[in-house]
């Protein structure tokens, strides 16, 4: 194969995401010849409502997979959080890339954490998973829809329309603007989202050569945590923008993984962790999943669903 072409959105973020992803092909096959075909996604063009309103996560993909499907490009390179649970049958993720920091970062000008905002502060987040954990945090704080790439987000900061904001910490180290984060909040305080942190490289299921190809990229310990993670997710209705987190994390030949479901308004947020055996890690997903709905989740799912 002398060209492999990566489907990647235009954003800064994605094409630095397809970058990384580009010069690691490289130094392991020097005579592949690695093209960019970027393109602008429907999650791209629809920034003035909230993600939930126009369909959710699976519209910064679509496009990306379309072209994957159309022979346009041979793999795809997404942040794993904004991939949906079900990917279509001709399609494949057989790569999950070493993961960077999961947590969420506050950002601000004049505050040091989320704790110092005071009442009334407006603080930007286009994410329901984070409005949820915030809100039942800071229920006084004024929370304001944002969305766009990491630079217009920060730029709306800098212009005084909102108090502080919070955003992924992998996008922000990536594009190295690490010496914005005011504060990386712990995992026990907001729990991440599904897949945080993660770069996964799509490519046709039957694509062979093109999977021995993108193969020793993989990272194991990423690849079953975030398949654990999304496990939990699948249970879940997973797929839509929905206030759902999830972290999994592995210690020898053990799995653990914490799970949560609130109420957009903070008033009720459910959150449990189950540990097991790495081998068991689906089973694990889906159980921590059933046990949430048994606890009253299945009836805040279904309210936002509908």
Request: charged share 25%.
């Amino acid at each position: 194969m002398k060209t492999l072409k990566i489907a990647t959105r235009n954003s800064p973020l994605a094409l630095w995401q397809a970058e990384h992803v580009k010069q690691q092909l490289i130094e392991l096959h020097p005579d592949l010849n690695v093209e960019l075909v970027s393109m602008t996604t429907e999650g791209d063009r629809f920034l003035d409502a909230p993600l939930i309103a126009v369909g959710g996560k699976g519209l910064f993909i679509k496009e990306l997979e379309q072209a994957l499907l159309n022979g346009e490009a041979d793999i795809a390179v997404h942040s794993m959080k904004d991939v949906t649970i079900d990917l279509p049958d001709e399609l494949a993720m057989p790569v999950i890339l070493k993961r960077e920091d999961v947590r969420d970062v506050f950002i601000s000008n004049n505050y040091k954490q989320i704790e110092d905002l005071p009442d009334g502060a407006v603080l930007g987040t286009s994410s329901l998973r984070r409005q949820s954990q915030v809100k039942a945090l800071r229920p006084e704080i004024e929370l304001k829809d944002l969305r766009g790439n990491v630079g217009t987000r920060l730029r709306k900061l800098d212009g005084g329309e909102y108090d502080a904001i919070m955003l992924a910490a992998a996008g922000i180290i990536r594009l190295g603007l690490k010496e914005r984060i005011t504060q990386l909040i712990p995992e026990s305080v907001l729990l991440p989202a599904i897949g945080q942190g993660a770069i996964g490289i799509e490519c046709r299921a039957g694509d062979s050569k093109v999977q021995e190809l993108i193969a020793p990229l993989n990272d194991q310990e990423t690849s079953l945590c975030v398949e654990t993670e999304r496990a939990f997710s699948r249970r879940l209705f997973g797929g839509c923008q929905l206030p759902i987190a999830g972290q999994a994390s592995i210690k020898g030949n053990q799995i653990n993984l914490v799970g949560l479901v609130a109420k957009i308004d903070g008033s009720e947020v459910i959150k449990s962790e189950l540990s097991g055996d790495i081998e068991k890690r689906d089973e694990i997903g889906t159980t921590l999943a059933e046990s949430l709905l048994e606890r009253g989740a299945d009836e805040i799912l279904k309210e936002l669903l509908h």
